[in-house]
């Protein structure tokens, strides 16, 4: 396989915490099999907050999504909830904070990110996306 190639990949996941770790572990296998090694530790933190962000504050189901084109990997996270994600904050504020630093996170750690409103099969939710460009 080359890396040049685009690929992409989907995992829904249960309304479930315990989806977190198979979402973060399945992103892991997925990069050391296309030799993103150096994307995996940074990639894992990411897909880890959008996944327990859609899991942890919405009801229904939710999607993993992984996709790597033109020297960029961007990792999502579908859910069943129409609202918008809470703005991130500064990660200097939430030192102390129990919850809440996900999307500030995402913010620090990741090239770009935002959003966007889905409606799909009648399904209403949203998209919560962000990228990593290769080193």
């Known amino acids: ?44 933190l990411l897909a880890t907050e959008l996944v327990a962000n859609a899991v942890r504050h919405t009801k229904g189901p939710a999607a993993l ?3 790597w084109a033109a020297g960029v990997l961007r990792i999502g996270a579908w859910d069943a909830d129409p609202e ?23 913010r620090a750690c990741a090239d770009l990110w935002g959003w966007q409103p889905l409606t799909r099969y009648g399904n209403r939710g949203k998209y919560v996306w962000c990228e990593l460009a290769a080193a």
């Open 84 to 106: 918008p994600p809470q703005p991130p904050k500064e990660l200097r504020l939430l030192e102390e904070a129990e919850e809440g630093r996900g999307l500030a996170l995402v």
């Open 65 to 67: 999504r992984v996709r």
């Open 1 to 44: 396989m080359s890396e040049a190639e685009p690929w992409e990949y989907t995992l829904y996941i249960p309304n479930d915490v315990r989806a977190v770790t198979v979402s973060r572990r399945t992103l892991r296998l997925i990069l050391t099999l296309y030799g993103l090694i150096g994307l995996v530790d940074t990639a894992e």
